[in-house]
């Protein structure tokens, strides 16, 4: 049985998680923070984001703030590091 935890990858995510992940941050910058879901479509768009980034964003939860991408990873169900203690 193989392990599913790809040798790079923190513990909790996969490859594709992180790929998603990186290009959400990518479209999305630093400075829209905290930011509700009309915000982040309009910035990823205002970029030029891909229609996949698009795509993910418009099926985030209408009336809610995001402090982060690692916030919208979570509410989009993509895997997220582990937290350390």
Do not use: Y
């Not at 995510?13 to 959400?24: M, S, V």
């Not at 829209?32 to 996949?52: H, I």
């Not at 980034?53 to 919208?72: H, I, K, S, T």
């Amino acid at each position: 049985m193989s392990d599913p935890h790809q040798p790079a990858t923190p513990p909790g995510t996969d490859e594709g998680d992180i790929e998603r992940r990186a290009a959400l941050s990518e479209a999305l910058g630093k400075e829209v923070w905290p930011a509700d879901r009309d915000t982040l479509v309009a910035k990823a768009q205002e970029g030029n984001a891909t229609d996949n980034v698009l795509a993910q964003l418009r099926r985030l939860p209408e009336g809610r703030q995001f402090e982060n991408v690692q916030d919208v990873a979570r509410t989009l169900g993509l895997g997220t590091e582990q937290q350390r203690f």
